[in-house]
Structures are given as C-alpha cells and as structure tokens.
C-alpha cells in the first residue's frame, strides 16, 4: 500500500510485498500452515507480476504440489492437512452453501454462515484423529471471534517491528483487545461441556465424519440434478441430527436425573485412579482428579457439579492429577501434598494463576465445606513426596457420614498413621491405592467402616482390587463399591441410615 501510494512501478510494489511476506514467515515462525499460506501469496505475487488472473483453486493446487515435492515430510503434517483442507474447503464449498443458506436468511448473513461451515466440514473428519469429539459449537464460535483476527494479527505484527518502546507497548494494548476476545469466545465455548460431541476415533470415526460431512453439503446445496443423491442425504442428515439430539439429551439433561439427589460422597468412574466428590449443601469437594480430564468432567457434570469450593491433590502421581485440566479455573481452594519435581509445582502454579488460593497439607490442617469440617491425618511434615505421603483425610458433619479418604497409602504409611492419630470409626473409607495388596488389615479394623469405596480400572494390569484386601473387607462386613465394575458410586445418609448407589447395578 506504502508502494503503490508513492507511485512505485509493479515489479517494485511485488518485490516490496514479497520482503514483507519474507519477514512475516520468519516473525511467526515457518509452521506447515504458515508455509502454505506464504507458497499461495507468493505464487499470486508471480500471477501479479506476469499479469495473469490467480484463480484460487489452481494457487492452492500449485502451491500444495510446490511445497510436497520440496518437503515430502509434509505429507505427514496434520496441521497441513487442515490448512490445506481448510482453504479448499473456503474456495471451493463456500458459494454453493452460501447460495443454499440464502433460502432460509439474507444473503450476508448467509455468507458469513458459508466460511466457518465449509471449513469445519472438511476439517472435522481430520480433527477426530487427534481428538475424538465434534465442537457443536464450532462454526458459531467461529462466527463470532471471526472479525477479531485481522485487526488482533495487524496490532501485534506492527507491535512486534515497532521502533519504539512507547509504539510498542501502545500496538500490543490495541492487540490485547482483538486477542482477549477470542480467548473469552474459546474460553466460554470450551466451558459449555454440551458442546462437545463423543466421536468414535481412528480412521473409522474420521470415514463417518466425513460421509455426514458430505450428506450436510448436499443438503445444504441440493444439486438439481442429483436428487436421489438429496433425499438419501438427507436421511443421513436426519438420523444423525436424531443421534445426536437424543445423545446430547442423555449426558446434559437425563444423566443427571439418575444420580440421587441426596448424595453426601460419590467416586468417579475414571478409569485405573481416584476421584472421589463430597457435598455440604450447595458445597462441593474433590478428592483427586483420575488420570483424564475428559472423564472427570463427565462425571462432575452427571453429579452436576460446576464449581469447587476445595480441590485435593493427595499426591502428583498421573492417575490423581492428571485429569486436573478439567477443573482449573474451577476451584476455590487447593490443597495438596508434597512437591516433589518442576512439574508438580507448574500444576499448582496453573491452579494459582486460575484464582485458586493453594495450601501443603500436613497433619492437623483443617478446614470447611459447607457444614462439614474435614482434617489432614498426614502426611507427616518431613515426609518424602510420593504415594507415602499421601494426603490423607477425615470428614465429619451434621447428617453426613464421616469419611476417611486414603489416597495411596501403603502398609507402612498406614501403620506410620495409627502411630501418629488417634483413628475414628468411620461410616465411609475411600480405600488406599485402589485395593492393592500393600494395605495394614489392622487399619481398616479400627476405622471399621459401613462401606469401602475402590477407584480401580477395569482390568487393569496390576490385579486391583486384590483377593487378600477384598477378603479383609469381607472379613469385617464392609459393603464394597468398586468402579471398575459397579460405574459411578455414590452414598448418601438419611436418618441414620447408609444408602449405596451404583451406576451399575450388580447383576
């Protein structure tokens, strides 16, 4: 533009351009998307130069061709695929769903509704590879960030050049503005669990997506001239819009409905791991978080849980923190045993920067929830991280049944602990380290719980719950709950009395 306003000749105007898009590429690094985007500008640089028309698909194809015969390696690069898939899809699906979203609103707004359309469409069968979901949400979040990209990448590339400290930090304000509102339209989306739609992954889910992709095109196009093609699109369409509404019903709506609304503790099916809730009124705890974020939030959403008041991490082992992503940002309180390497404290630093207030347990700690007061048992002050020094706790409350959760002690760390505390009888255990065989029987007799619940995987390789703890429990009456088999668990007390419900009810 700087060119052409002074004047400058053709050829000057495109070698300027071509230094520009250089100097762009090497700012934000060359990723494989950022390579076919400056391959296309360049060769459409060259079509200026030769005077000749840069017919969109014919760009993209050369420039595709170009950079595969340069760096054959890119045929493996995912991030190509969907910018390549992206941009075809934007040339070539883009005006004939827009021409078919005009019978059903203005033509702009139908415009608009054709660019994120088309690009999810042919995105989507790619994306399951890497993440077995479908963003119901998608093309309306797109929508929306949309008008903030051009003037968030324009800021922050002038920010980036500019000579001055007093330009820069003024550029990089302005970039702020554009660049915090598509994080608040990620942020909001990603917060919506609904929105995420479970999608058989591997190349079979990718095929699927692919065949409703192409039904929801001709539907939206409806070629003339291929009208059995329409109707059996349709169907597809129709089914599958069923499928989904009634799947979608299933986990937001009715899931909830089959959890008792008086539970007081309840464990999560998450696999080979703990996550164990309690409840005080409209308060809410977590116990660990199993080892994936999106089985814990599945969970925490059938219970219908959406904001913590304490999170408890027992210890950094994976398969009790490694679902921590999905309550970042969700918790009131931390706490949490010790730290042990750079990325134990990086978590905590992430919980931190979410607003949560972070404490180390230690024998004595106490605190609230709700109308219930719970306290540390251990670890010890001088114990060493790992699954020894496991934050172990004792519940109690008005009309709720006192709890002990274990987190992964061993025998000895059990012993160490009745040396150390005077151990109560107990109405719930939450067993140590998923029923393995390192277990002190003369624990489990002094607390002498009603009911024992065990955060196991099914068919795990390590044989928990082992015979020898579950003969223990038998041995004392102890109701067991195991989520390997019984699914989610959940206990609740009225009037005295202990009530255990199982997701899957034993046959």
């Known amino acids: 533009m700087l060119l052409a306003g002074v004047g400058a000749p053709r050829w000057v105007r495109v070698v300027g351009a071509s230094g520009v898009l250089a100097g762009f590429v090497v700012l934000v690094t060359p990723e494989p998307s ?51 898939a992206a941009t075809a899809a934007l040339l070539v699906l ?7 979203l005009e019978r059903w609103m203005p033509r702009a707004l139908a415009l608009a509704l054709a660019v994120p359309t088309a690009a999810q469409l042919a995105c989507g069968p790619l994306i399951v590879l890497i993440d ?29 050049i500019a000579p001055f400290p007093w330009l820069r930090d003024g550029l990089s304000a302005l970039a702020w503005i ?39 095109v001709v539907v939206l196009v409806r070629p003339t001239r291929l009208p059995r093609a329409t109707a059996v699109s349709t169907a597809v369409v129709a089914v599958t819009v069923g499928l989904i509404a009634g799947h979608t019903t299933v986990r937001t709506v009715a899931g909830p409905l089959t959890v008792p609304t008086t539970w007081d503790v309840a464990m999560c099916d998450v ?25 814990l939030a599945r969970c925490l959403q059938t219970f219908g849980v959406d904001h913590l008041d304490l999170v408890v991490l027992t210890h950094f082992d994976l398969d009790h923190i490694g679902g921590s992503a999905a309550v970042v940002g969700r ?59 496991s934050v172990a706790l004792d519940v109690v409350g008005p009309d709720f049944p006192r709890t002990v959760l274990l987190g992964d002690l061993g025998a000895d760390a059990q012993a160490a602990l ?11 255990v939450k067993v140590s380290h998923h029923g393995s065989a390192d277990q002190d029987p ?21 044989g928990h719950p082992t015979a020898t703890l579950l003969s223990t429990m038998t041995a004392l009456g102890i109701v067991v709950g195991r989520t390997d088999t019984d699914g989610d668990l959940a206990v609740s007390m009225s009037e005295g009395q202990l009530t255990l419900w199982r997701a899957r009810p034993p046959n």
């Open 34 to 84: 950022v390579v076919r985007a400056a391959t296309m500008a360049a060769i459409a640089l060259l079509a200026v130069v030769l005077g000749r028309p840069a017919a969109g698909v014919a760009v993209l194809s050369a420039a595709v061709t170009a950079l595969m015969i340069a760096d054959p390696w890119l045929s493996t690069s995912l991030g190509f695929a969907l910018s390549a």
């Open 94 to 100: 883009a005006r004939p769903i827009a021409h078919g």
């Open 132 to 160: 077995p979901h479908v963003p119901l949400l998608g093309i309306a979040a797109n929508l929306v960030a949309d008008p903030a990209a051009a003037p968030a990448t324009i800021a922050g590339v002038l920010a980036c």
């Open 178 to 216: 554009p660049a915090a509102w598509i994080a608040a339209v990620a942020h909001t989306t990603n917060g919506i669990a609904a929105q995420n739609l479970p999608w058989p992954d591997g190349a079979f889910g990718a095929a699927l997506l692919t065949v409703v992709s192409a039904a929801i």
């Open 271 to 295: 696999g080979q791991g703990d996550a164990t809730l309690w409840r005080s009124g409209r308060a809410v705890a977590l116990v660990d978080t199993g080892p994936e974020p999106e089985r």
């Open 331 to 389: 918790a009131a309180v931390v706490v949490h045993g010790p730290v042990d390497v750079p990325e134990d404290q990086r978590l905590l630093d992430r919980f931190a920067a979410a607003g949560a207030q972070l404490q180390q347990a230690t024998t004595g700690l106490t605190g609230t929830v709700g109308e219930t007061r719970w306290q540390a048992l251990g670890p010890a002050p001088r114990d060493e991280p790992g699954n020894g020094a």
């Open 418 to 428: 009745l040396r150390r505390v005077e151990v109560p009888r107990v109405d719930v």
């Open 442 to 462: 003369e624990l489990y007799r002094r607390l002498h719980p009603v009911i024992g619940l065990i955060g196991v995987g099914a068919q795990n390789r390590y």
